[in-house]
């Protein structure tokens, strides 16, 4: 049987405050994954009175002393749009002079699953600190995805909400169709389109920068990808590789649309000679009949 629990505060008196708690028992018929709780309280921060609800197939561990909720087994918190899933949530909340009650992060730990209306993140663990609208999800392979976008890496995913920014760290993998941005560390940054929808925009690669394509493949410092546009811009001990020919420079443009790509020489430096791009092509032999 599943059964509903709805948390209040009410104020008692200016100088303090009792908690009052209304349980109603709803009796909603068989649940194919046994009895399951749902918890609700007043989540929101700042002006929001938007409610967050804790459902958990083994129950909810309410720990008043220490201002926490436990949710274990397929447990599931729900607040507007966003849903995060995992074998075990714990909500940390505060109480407000006011008699409200504001949870301020969210730990989630085993199968983690945070989806969104514009986004999905996998791995094992996540903290999301509610005020600052920072989610770290980390695990032995984090996941992005964004509509035909994915974003993967080894260590950690950090998501920026209100920069619309994640961050991925350790052998880190943007991947759109045939096309892969491979770094050390990617930043990708979204925006709203018309339509409501976050849309991948820009992508930025630090250290051991792989670009990868049906023909080519690229490797650099550093590189800065421009999704709409195609053209990835790749700084620092550039090497462009089609087949057996090999071209080297500082910098280069890449354009993963329509496999175009441009290299460029160093700058000259101070009492220094400019060194050249330079390429090595190797002509295919002719057959001899």
Not at 11 to 32: C, D, E, K, N, R
Not at 151 to 160: D, F, K, M, P, S
Not at 215 to 225: I, M, P
Request: charged residues 25%; hydrophobic residues 40%; positive net charge.
């Amino acid at each position: 049987m599943r059964r509903w629990f709805r948390l209040h505060r009410l104020p008692l008196s200016p100088g303090g405050l009792i908690l009052a708690v209304a349980v109603s028992l709803v009796v909603f018929g068989p649940s194919p994954g046994g009895d399951a709780l749902a918890q609700k309280l007043n989540f929101g921060s700042g002006d929001s009175d938007q409610p967050i609800e804790i459902f958990a197939d083994k129950g909810i561990e309410w720990q008043q002393e220490n201002l926490i909720f436990i949710a274990r087994g397929n447990a599931r918190a729900v607040r507007g749009a966003v849903t995060v899933y995992a074998d075990e949530l714990r909500a940390y909340y505060r109480e407000k002079a006011d008699g409200g009650t504001d949870i301020w992060r969210l730990d989630a730990n085993g199968k983690v699953r945070i989806k969104t209306q514009g986004e999905t993140a996998y791995g094992d663990n996540a903290i999301y600190q509610v005020d600052k609208k920072i989610l770290v999800l980390k695990g032995r392979k984090v996941r992005l995805v964004a509509g035909n976008d994915e974003i993967t890496a080894n260590r950690q995913l950090e998501y920026w909400e209100n920069k619309q920014m994640a961050v991925a760290r350790g052998n880190a993998f943007a991947v759109r169709e045939n096309k892969r941005l491979r770094a050390d560390v990617l930043a990708a940054y979204f925006r709203t389109d018309r339509k409501g929808e976050n849309k991948l925009y820009r992508i930025d690669a630090f250290d051991r920068v792989k670009v990868v394509t049906d023909q080519n493949t690229a490797t650099s410092n550093r590189g800065v990808y421009n999704v709409e546009s195609g053209i990835a811009t790749l700084t620092g001990a550039v090497k462009l590789v089609r087949g057996k020919n090999v071209l080297t420079g500082c910098s280069a443009e890449v354009n993963l649309n329509s496999g175009i790509s441009k290299i460029f020489s160093c700058p000259a430096t101070t009492g220094g000679a400019r060194k050249r791009a330079q390429g090595v092509l190797r002509l295919k032999k002719k057959n001899r009949n």
